[in-house]
């Protein structure tokens, strides 16, 4: 089936990384339609500078 196994391994390694890209997006998915489900006082507003400073707090932070 394979002409060597250098090719084999490819395969292999193909195979893997596709399994690993659709546990990712069924993952990502499970997220999206949990949000999407969820009850609107679940949510938080968030205004633009307080993300933006938490960022930069939580980068400062980082040694």
Avoid: N
Avoid at 17 to 33: D, G, T
């Amino acid at each position: 089936m394979y002409q060597s196994a250098s090719e084999y391994i490819r395969d292999l390694v193909r195979h893997d990384f596709q399994r690993e890209q659709e546990r990712h997006s069924e993952a990502l998915y499970q997220h999206l339609k949990a949000a999407a489900e969820a009850p609107p006082e679940d949510f938080v507003a968030l205004d633009v500078e307080s993300v933006i400073r938490d960022a930069k707090q939580r980068r400062a932070a980082i040694p």
